[in-house]
């Protein structure tokens, strides 16, 4: 049985959400709303048990029980806001890219639509600095670096390689996911055999 065709999809949770001080409640509680879709969620270190692996193996042990994860899911759903910075976790962004090289949609969520140069100038308003400067051409500078100016929350490397955008929570994003594997298995959201991304990005 192929994968589109299974009843039950497999979604693969990616983001700075496992540093959270309730990160067992929050897991527990997105995977309820998941099963609630007809969704399987995985977890990070769903497939690790951390008291039989030595300490200088964790790190290992969790790329390569997350890399299993990953390819065992037919979806991901990604976390994509802001974490220690105004970017969104480096590590939840190598994992979309490691999805999108697989050919998997990946469903990225945020809790505003910002475009990037809103979020930077929101941030430099918050800390009491006036909004960047323009150059002539109308360009944006931050800190001696220009802004990317794509009207998009997501740097364009990011915002090409997912299938859709959800501004919401991973509950939202859940929800998008069946929208979106609904719309796949019917046929209507190839695009040119394809699954949708970038330009043909779908919004939820």
Same mark, same amino acid.
Request: one cysteine or more; aromatic letters at 8%; glycine letters at 6%.
């Given at each position: 049985?192929?994968?589109?065709?299974?009843?039950?999809?497999?979604?693969? $949770?990616?983001?700075?959400? !496992?540093?959270?001080?309730?990160?067992? /409640?929050?897991?527990?509680?997105?995977?309820?709303?998941?099963?609630? *879709?007809?969704? /399987?969620?995985?977890?990070?270190?769903?497939?690790?048990?951390?008291?039989?692996?030595?300490? /200088?193996?964790?790190?290992?042990?969790?790329?390569? #029980?997350?890399?299993?994860?990953?390819?065992?899911?037919?979806?991901?759903?990604?976390?994509?806001?802001? &974490?220690? #910075?105004?970017?969104?976790?480096?590590?939840?962004? &190598?994992?979309?890219?490691? $999805?999108?090289?697989?050919?998997?949609?990946?469903?990225?969520?945020?809790?505003?639509?910002?475009?990037? !140069?809103?979020?930077?100038?929101?941030?430099?308003?918050?800390? #009491?600095?006036?909004?960047?400067?323009? /150059?002539?051409? #109308?360009?944006? &500078?931050?800190?001696?670096?220009?802004?990317?100016?794509?009207?998009?929350?997501?740097?364009? *490397?990011?915002?090409?390689?997912?299938?859709?955008? !959800?501004?919401?929570?991973?509950?939202?994003?859940?929800?998008?996911?069946?929208?979106?594997?609904?719309?796949?298995?019917?046929?209507?959201?190839?695009?040119?055999?394809?699954?949708?991304?970038?330009?043909? *990005?779908?919004?939820?």
């Amino acid at each position: 049985m192929s994968k589109n065709k299974k009843q039950r999809a497999t979604v693969y $949770m990616a983001g700075p959400d !496992v540093f959270r001080h309730d990160v067992e /409640d929050f897991a527990h509680q997105a995977k309820q709303a998941a099963n609630a *879709m007809g969704l /399987d969620a995985l977890f990070p270190c769903d497939n690790l048990d951390f008291e039989k692996i030595p300490k /200088d193996q964790i790190a290992k042990a969790i790329f390569e #029980g997350n890399i299993a994860l990953m390819d065992q899911a037919d979806y991901m759903v990604a976390n994509t806001n802001a &974490w220690r #910075g105004l970017e969104p976790d480096s590590g939840t962004c &190598w994992e979309m890219a490691y $999805m999108y090289s697989q050919g998997k949609p990946v469903i990225a969520y945020r809790s505003s639509g910002l475009s990037m !140069v809103e979020t930077v100038n929101k941030a430099r308003l918050e800390k #009491g600095l006036t909004a960047m400067e323009k /150059d002539e051409s #109308g360009q944006h &500078w931050h800190e001696g670096n220009f802004v990317e100016n794509f009207s998009n929350p997501l740097n364009l *490397m990011l915002q090409q390689s997912i299938s859709a955008f !959800v501004i919401g929570d991973v509950a939202k994003a859940f929800e998008c996911v069946a929208s979106m594997r609904h719309e796949i298995t019917s046929g209507f959201a190839l695009v040119n055999g394809k699954k949708p991304s970038g330009s043909n *990005m779908k919004m939820c």
